[in-house]
């Protein structure tokens, strides 16, 4: 796993950077809308274009801020059913996920995208809507995000495979939510808090 995981650090550190950049994106889709509102109000004006622009800005960030979401480990997930299993089997459930659901849900969407941006892409499709903006560079976004996501899911994969076997550490933030659900299972039974192996 060793040569893997610089290929690993390549995708995360991508991610990672694309996910700050649309972060951006939030702040300027909430400047744009507050300015269509303002306008709207005062002038009694209104433009197709920059509504729409506002959704392509909140679909960016949705998109594209996924595999950064899944590299900082902040997405949903049922730790407060896994985090009563043992580490090692925490880990395999891990593994199996990505493989048997991750994967094949990521991918299934990577093939359907394609062609749908594809097109897209080939007649030049233009917003229904009067000065509306061209589309296929929204539908680009969702084939770029699916295989960014992608990419993640195969990162995350090689670095829970070194963790198993002893070639990675755990990340902090990782045992930091561990460590958020073992107070969240404490409150609710602190019998079964004692027997989880994260310290808090």
């Given at each position: 796993m060793g040569g893997l995981l610089p290929?690993?650090?390549?995708?995360?550190?991508?991610?990672?950077?694309?996910?700050?950049?649309?972060?951006?994106?939030?702040?300027?889709?909430?400047l744009i809308s507050a300015g269509n509102a303002t306008i709207r109000k005062v002038f009694n004006m209104s433009s197709n274009a920059w509504l729409e622009l506002q959704w392509y800005l909140f679909g960016v960030v949705f998109m594209l801020g996924a595999a950064w979401t899944m590299k900082a480990n902040e997405h949903v997930?049922?730790?407060?059913?896994?985090?009563?299993?043992?580490k090692t089997t925490r880990d395999r459930i891990e593994v199996i996920g990505l493989i048997a659901f991750f994967f094949p849900f990521v991918l299934l969407h990577i093939y359907y995208s394609w062609p749908f941006f594809v097109t897209s892409f080939r007649t030049q499709e233009w917003s229904t809507n009067a000065g509306g903006l061209i589309i296929w560079p929204a539908k680009f976004m969702v084939l770029f995000g699916f295989v960014l996501l992608a990419l993640q899911g195969v990162s995350?994969?090689?670095?829970?495979?070194?963790?198993?076997?002893?070639?990675?550490?755990?990340?902090?933030?990782?045992k930091?939510?561990?460590?958020?659900?073992?107070?969240?299972?404490?409150?609710?039974d602190p019998d079964a808090a004692k027997k989880l192996d994260v310290k808090h």
């Open positions: 290929f690993s650090r390549a995708i995360d550190a991508v991610n990672e950077r694309i996910g700050k950049l649309c972060a951006w994106l939030v702040l300027a889709a909430v997930r049922v730790d407060v059913v896994s985090s009563r299993l043992a995350e994969l090689i670095k829970r495979i070194a963790i198993m076997r002893g070639e990675l550490e755990e990340k902090d933030e990782m930091g939510h561990a460590a958020e659900v073992a107070h969240v299972v404490e409150a609710i």
